[in-house]
């Protein structure tokens, strides 16, 4: 005589094939990826943003900087200037090419803010691309592993989450080029 299967025991074995069922895991799976998506969208708008606010404050530098240049020409066609020596005497001169010194720093600094967070952009549009071809391979394939994209999107997501949290550039970076070599680009024409 056979014995009765307990209710309880019917229940587990079912629970057990719906946890192990490979549609609801690939579902998840994908809905996680879609997650991941979405994340990196959203910083993607963020650090386009930075890359705007980048271009837009370097492009009011570079202004600047041409307006300080001719100043410092008519300065020196006004004065007679033509050495050095002669322009650090000016303090017209001498301030201008301070500015200038500290402006083209600046400049630098935001190239470097620029190129990185193209570089960024273009590394997040890469992780959707893969994460798209992923979640296409996940339809196909049952239980496929997914843990090792998930930990690069992660990394990626945080490294640059905290970079778009932090100004454009600061200022204690900065790299000053000399100011006598500041002055001697003008005996090559560029002030």
């Known amino acids: 005589m056979k014995k009765p299967i307990p209710a309880i025991w019917i229940v587990s074995i079912l629970m057990l094939l719906i946890i192990a ?3 609801s895991a690939n579902k998840s799976k994908t809905q996680d990826l879609e997650q991941k998506i979405y994340e990196i969208s959203s910083l993607r708008a963020k650090i386009i943003d930075k890359i705007d606010q980048a271009v837009e404050m370097q492009a009011r530098l570079e202004r600047q900087l041409t307006e300080l240049q001719e100043e410092i020409r008519s300065e020196k066609i006004r004065a007679g200037i033509y050495s050095y020596q002669e322009a650090m005497q000016n303090l017209r001169i001498r301030y201008n090419l301070s500015l200038i010194q500290v402006l083209q720093a600046y400049v630098e ?3 470097e803010r620029i190129a990185y967070f193209q570089n960024g952009n273009e590394h997040l549009k890469f992780l959707v691309h893969q994460i798209k071809d992923d979640m296409a391979i996940i339809n196909v394939l ?11 999107v992660n ?3 945080d490294e640059f989450i905290f970079e778009t949290k932090k100004p454009v ?3 204690i970076d900065i790299r ?9 680009q003008n005996s090559n024409g560029l002030l």
């Open 155 to 157: 990394r990626v997501l």
């Open 176 to 184: 000053k080029m000399p100011i006598q070599q500041i002055w001697e």
């Open 109 to 111: 600094k935001l190239d």
């Open 169 to 171: 550039f600061d200022v």
């Open 21 to 23: 069922d490979p549609a």
């Open 142 to 152: 049952k239980n496929m592993e997914i843990e090792h994209l998930n930990d690069r």
